[in-house]
T-cell receptor
Framework: DTGVSQDPRHKITKRGQNVTFRCDPI?????LYWYRQTLGQGPEFLTY????????KSRLLSDRFSAERPKGSFSTLEIQRTEQGDSAMYLC????????????????FGSGTQLSVL | AQTVTQSQPEMSVQEAETVTLSCTYD???????LFWYKQPPSRQMILVIR??????QNATENRFSVNFQKAAKSFSLKISDSQLGDTAMYFC?????????????FGTGTSLTVIP
């Protein structure tokens, strides 16, 4: 399978616990995005990496959230001291800018990690 | 700020019929891209079709086509010959270029059910 993979698919945790999710992008993709999706909503941007550099973070990403992409390949998203409001699906997407186009880009998504905070 | 609006939370269509999903967006950008993504029950978002704003010709991918009205900031998706496998959430998305990368904005989605 050469698509974007995310692990785990489901995570149930108690409020106050820390959780970590992993995303493995498509191997030749240098861009990696994290999104959060709640029921009835579209994905909301959290953060973005180009190679190992975290270039942009949303205001949604509070100081309890941290993301890394240490070697420019897989990425982790950690949520510390989880709250019930963190319950959502966390989507990872990767992309590569197409040749010859200034801005052209297509996102390829993983299946997401569904987080439930009790 | 960019916003993407999908005003139809739910739609249904008979198998083999045609359905149109609406999307409007608001932006001050002149160069951008628009996308339709499909999210079936398996949850994986799949790209359906893409449109460059500078191209006047509407994009087409097999049974999927768009009606892009740049002045009206409208980007609707037409699905012809609907199939049961088309049942999914459909998200309209807008992409603009920024110095640090590209920003994607998604609508709230339209849940499409294809009825046998």
């Amino acid at each position: 399978d050469t698509g974007v993979s995310q692990d785990p698919r489901h995570k149930i945790t108690k409020r106050g616990q820390n959780v970590t999710f992993r995303c493995d992008p498509i191997s030749e993709h240098n861009r990696l995005y994290w999104y959060r999706q709640t029921l009835g909503q579209g994905p909301e941007f959290l953060t973005y990496f180009q190679n190992e550099a975290q270039l942009e973070k949303s205001r949604l990403l509070s100081d309890r959230f941290s993301a890394e992409r240490p070697k420019g390949s897989f990425s982790t998203l950690e949520i510390q001291r989880t709250e019930q409001g963190d319950s959502a699906m966390y989507l990872c997407a990767s992309s590569v800018r197409e040749q010859g186009a200034r801005s052209n880009e297509k996102l390829f998504f993983g299946s997401g990690t569904q987080l439930s905070v009790l | 700020a960019q916003t993407v609006t999908q005003s139809q939370p739910e739609m249904s269509v008979q198998e083999a019929e045609t359905v149109t999903l609406s999307c409007t967006y608001d932006t001050s950008e002149s160069n951008y891209y628009l996308f339709w993504y499909k999210q079936p029950p398996s949850r994986q978002m799949i790209l359906v079709i893409r449109q460059e704003a500078y191209k006047q010709q509407n994009a087409t991918e097999n049974r999927f086509s768009v009606n892009f009205q740049k002045a009206a900031k409208s980007f609707s998706l037409k699905i012809s010959d609907s199939q049961l496998g088309d049942t999914a959430m459909y998200f309209c998305a807008f992409m603009k270029h920024s110095r640090s990368g590209n920003q994607f904005y998604f609508g709230t989605g339209t849940s499409l059910t294809v009825i046998p």
